[in-house]
């Protein structure tokens, strides 16, 4: 479980919407980059984010997306 999310790694949270609340059509899906700093279990994630500030919950693998970082080193 967890795909492609592990510890260490960097995910983005998908942005949760209230039951019956709209938003407006260009608002963005997804937070900025999180890192992934405990696995509570199997598919259940603490984050953080890139400054270093817990995020309140834990999040489960649905509500979270993989951030691929590209190498800019070595060209």
Do not use: S
């Amino acid at each position: 479980m967890g795909g492609e999310i592990w510890v260490g790694g960097c995910c983005n949270n998908r942005i949760g919407l209230l039951p019956g609340k709209k938003t407006p059509m260009l608002t963005p899906n997804w937070e900025e980059p999180h890192h992934v700093y405990e696995e509570v279990r199997p598919g259940t994630f603490h984050l953080q984010t890139l400054k270093g500030t817990d995020v309140p919950q834990a999040l489960h693998c649905d509500k979270l997306r993989r951030y691929y970082v590209q190498n800019t080193q070595g060209k």
